[in-house]
């Protein structure tokens, strides 16, 4: 989709009401429905966290939204797919803040050059005890790309058409934090496979553009 049409488009996300887990469980195994449901009345201070759905345009003007590839480290996000953000840090204003500033860190796009559209339903991961913000930005005017080398082992550039598009969402068989070779739905973007709390969020960006669009 043309750029400046999706950025005249996207302004009318504020207007709508969230649909928060009706998209969410659309993009959780079962497991981790339960779980979630268990643990919205035992959860204890969980830790903060922020990410921002990020969308450019390219040089054809076509519109994009990026992810990132996470490095291979000992933790449970190890080399996953997920958008620009991390944990929230004492000098940080407010969770905003934090979304902007992660995203400077890994991918080098300053705080001034985001207009941050809307904050959308957070997410509780359980298996990190991590409740994460999501915002949605537009980068009307990219620049390159900067990745942090020490957290980010690789950009997706994901065409929102390919997004938007329900035949990539798949259903992939994986091992994860709390089961072992269990059916996981996902997203197949840029031959990658994104599923748990970033799959999550995406559900819920998608089912608003529809409403825009």
């Known amino acids: ?40 009345f035992k959860r204890k201070n969980p830790r903060k966290a922020a990410v921002m759905a990020l969308f450019y345009p390219n040089a054809a003007n076509e519109t994009k939204i990026l992810c990132i590839l ?14 620009p953000g991390g944990k929230a840090e004492i000098e940080d204003k407010d969770i905003m803040e934090t979304a902007l500033r992660e995203t400077h860190e890994e991918v080098g796009v300053h705080p001034n050059d985001v207009r941050v559209i809307s904050e959308i339903t957070k997410v509780y991961i359980p298996p990190s005890n991590f409740e994460v913000q999501p915002f949605i930005g537009l980068y009307s005017k990219p620049k390159p790309f900067v990745i942090q080398e020490s957290e980010v082992a690789a950009l997706l550039e994901i ?55």
Not at 11 to 29: D, R, T, Y
Not at 70 to 83: E, M
Not at 173 to 200: C, H
């Open 1 to 40: 989709m043309n750029f400046s049409i999706f950025e005249e488009r996207l302004s009318k996300i504020k207007n709508l009401s969230l649909p928060g887990e009706a998209s969410h469980f659309k993009m959780a195994p079962e497991e981790r429905i339960q779980e979630l449901l268990q643990d919205k």
């Open 70 to 83: 996470r490095k291979t480290y000992k933790g449970v996000h190890s080399n996953q797919v997920a958008f």
């Open 159 to 213: 065409s929102l058409v390919d997004f938007l598009q329900d035949r990539n969402v798949v259903s992939k068989k994986l091992s994860t934090s709390y089961a072992s070779e269990i059916e996981v739905p996902a997203f197949k973007l840029n031959d990658y496979i994104v599923w748990g709390a970033t799959a999550m969020m995406m559900s819920e960006i998608k089912d608003l553009l529809k409403q825009v669009l």
